[in-house]
């Protein structure tokens, strides 16, 4: 998946697999917290932190500022689009979880 961001493109798939690694950044450098993300969803800090995370790592340019011009209705499609990426990734020798 793709968009643009205040002329900055960003390609979802560059963003995954998701190492362990990255979910160390994110909690380090981002102050997400994945807890709270899993069990709400709706929190739109939360959210954006990772979604910013997912951002910069597809394309490092990606401010936050930029991030704050995305229409809602892109961030209902990404946010389809991670969870179906994280189903892929999330038991790779498994069949994917349905959470």
Known sequence: MKITLNGKE?????????????????????GANLETIER?????EQLVKLLLFLCQKANSEVTEADL??????????I??????ASKVIDRPSSPPSTN
């Open 10 to 30: 960003v390609d979802f798939s560059r963003a995954f697999p998701i190492t362990l690694g990255d979910f160390r950044k994110l909690q380090r450098d981002y």
């Open 40 to 44: 709400n969803p709706d929190d739109v």
């Open 68 to 77: 704050d011009m995305l229409p809602m209705t892109e961030m209902v499609k």
């Open 79 to 84: 946010q389809s689009f991670i969870a179906g």
